[in-house]
């Protein structure tokens, strides 16, 4: 028979066995595991800013590249136009319903009152007083190119003249079509002649004026490419005044 002591005392070792196996078994916080963690939040995009400073294109958005909108883009303002006359202009209005002709030294002279519209050269009694007259009052304001030039020489051959604001009248020019000259307006050409003998405005081989430098002569060809035909009142043999206009 057993000692009931000795049997109490192997239960009791065996219990603390197993308490101590489920013990070492059940760790709360094991070692050596990850804890997941959050991704921080993406950063946004860079916004672009529109610089206000600069003009807005079509679209509403500036005209500026670097400012956002691609390079080619039209900012919507019209092209700048060509002018379509001399500017600045050199020019005398008058009254085309009071002017008057006069011959005195070789020479008529038309008139307003005592503003002289146009001089041009001939011998008395020739039909150049009637059409310089004509012509004057066809208009109310005669213009120059080159007035003001500075050569000694053949200083009127420099000097070309067109006129503007037609005042509604149209009386006949005498001999019109002895006095005129047709040319093609596109096919002006404005050339140097060098050595200091000025430019010039022609169309092809014909010549249709002289001028004293590169801006008049420019200006010339704007003028004369809205006509298709030069004339040319007086006599101009000794470089004296004479009036050209276009048709």
């Known amino acids: 028979m057993s000692n009931p002591s000795r049997v109490n005392l192997i239960l009791v070792a065996a219990i ?3 308490a101590l196996t489920a013990l070492s078994g059940c760790d709360p916080k094991p070692e050596n595991v990850a804890i997941p963690t959050a991704s921080p939040p993406a950063s946004p995009e860079p916004s672009v800013v529109p610089d206000k400073t600069q ?21 919507g303002q019209p092209p700048p136009q060509s002018p379509s006359w001399p500017s600045p202009e050199d020019c005398v209005s008058y009254n085309p319903g009071s002017v008057t002709v006069k011959y005195e030294a070789g020479s008529y002279t038309v008139s307003d009152g005592s503003k002289v519209v146009v001089r041009v050269y001939g011998q008395q009694g020739e039909t150049t007083g009637q059409q310089a ?38 009386p006949s020019i005498v001999d019109q079509d002895e006095i005129c000259s047709d040319y093609d307006r596109n ?11 000025g430019w010039r405005v022609k169309d092809h081989d014909h010549v249709l004026h002289l001028f004293d430098n590169q801006t008049d002569a420019r200006n010339g060809k704007l003028v004369l490419a809205k006509y298709h035909q030069i004339c040319s009142i007086g006599d101009n043999d000794d470089g004296q005044d004479v009036a050209t206009f276009g048709l």
Do not use: K
Request: one cysteine or more; hydrophobic letters at 25%.
């Open 16 to 18: 603390a066995a197993v």
């Open 55 to 75: 003009p807005p294109g079509p679209d509403g958005l500036p005209a500026n590249p670097a400012a956002g909108q691609p390079t080619g883009q039209s900012t």
């Open 133 to 170: 007259l004509a012509l004057a009052q066809r208009f109310s304001r005669h213009c120059y190119i080159g007035r003001n030039n500075n050569r000694s020489e053949d200083r009127n051959a420099y000097v070309f003249d067109y006129w503007r604001d037609p005042s509604g009248n149209t």
């Open 187 to 197: 096919n002006l050409t404005v050339e140097d002649m060098g050595n200091g003998y």
